[in-house]
Nanobody, 122 residues
């Protein structure tokens, strides 16, 4: 399995931007599809975005399409989530995850980071 550590969360005003990073350990990062999920207080964890092992395919939740962009740099063992036009409803703990193939359900991802808090004020 791969070890994952998220960073880049914080407090931002509505309409602002943040870029989350997820650094992976191990030499096999490029073999994994990567995903971002989020969990707001009192809600279940939900899918945000995913990217295939080589970046050739990406999936997005409808709620973030056009505002968020997932990307990866396999040379740096890092996946990113660029978040623009943030809304208060984007407030959540954001988790990155690794899995054998690109997917949108958390059961398909076997490795998870500890999460990073994103808070969007109105």
């Amino acid at each position: 399995q791969v070890q994952l550590v998220e960073s880049g969360g914080g407090l931002v005003q509505a309409g602002g931007s943040l870029r989350l990073s997820c650094a992976a350990s191990g030499r096999t990062f490029s073999m994994y599809a990567m995903g971002w999920f989020r969990q707001a207080p009192g809600k279940e964890r939900e899918f945000v975005a995913a990217i295939s092992w080589n970046g050739g395919r990406t999936y997005y939740a409808d709620s973030v399409k056009g505002r968020f962009t997932i990307s990866r740099d396999n040379a740096k063992n890092t996946v990113y989530l660029q978040m623009n036009s943030l809304k208060p409803e984007d407030t959540a703990v954001y988790y990155c995850a690794a899995g054998p193939y690109i997917a949108t359900v958390e059961e398909d991802f076997g490795s998870w980071g500890q999460g990073t808090q994103v808070t969007v004020s109105s």
